[in-house]
């Protein structure tokens, strides 16, 4: 038998449908930022990465990539994957500055040979006899290969992502429905 309700009170069940149902779909794309997040940091792991020469040195990068998800108006969700801000390499770079670089790859340019040499130490395991100058005229003369770890953990995820925030939406949307009785 249907309840009769007053325009008020259709007004708050309509409110808190539309509420259960943002909870819903916020849910569901933290499951799918998650995902997306994942696969960016395969893409940086050497042995799981699509790239010939895994992006890989200390891990710094891989460790500082995440994601949110805000709700910025009634009708739009914003979920972001990237890497933290304010957070400095080794070297003193900006980590964000230098995911642009390993993402986008850069032109020739003169890498500063100090990081060249330290990257060839680690590199090397603490050997002294890896020729890090080769690298920096290759760098100097060819700039750097991209490495588009996040466009490429999107792309290959994003078949992923619409069930999840229709799961999460529909779920929801049956715990607001059965609220009611």
């Known amino acids: 038998m249907a309840t009769i309700c007053t325009p008020e009170q259709m007004a708050q069940r309509i409110a808190g449908i539309q509420k259960g149902c943002e909870d819903g779909i916020k849910k569901g794309l933290i499951k799918a930022a998650a995902i997306a997040e994942t696969q960016a940091k395969k893409n940086l792991t050497p042995g799981s990465s699509p790239y ?9 990068l891989r460790g500082h990539i995440g994601y949110s998800v805000d709700v910025t108006s009634v009708d739009e969700f914003v979920a972001k994957v990237g890497v933290e801000a304010d957070v400095k390499n080794s070297e003193g770079v900006d980590l964000d500055t230098y995911a642009f670089y390993v ?79």
Not at 52 to 60: E, R, S, V
Not at 133 to 147: L, M
């Open 52 to 60: 010939a020469h895994a992006p890989f040195d200390t891990g710094l």
């Open 103 to 181: 993402h986008e790859g850069t032109r020739p340019h003169k890498a500063p040979m100090e990081a060249i040499k330290k990257w060839a130490e680690r590199k090397s395991r603490g050997g002294k006899n890896f020729n890090w100058f080769q690298v920096w005229k290759k760098i100097a003369e060819e700039g750097t290969e991209a490495k588009p770890f996040l466009l490429d953990a999107v792309e290959s995820t994003q078949d992923k992502y619409m069930p999840l925030i229709e799961d999460e939406y529909l779920k929801a949307l049956a715990a607001y429905c059965a609220r009611l009785g």
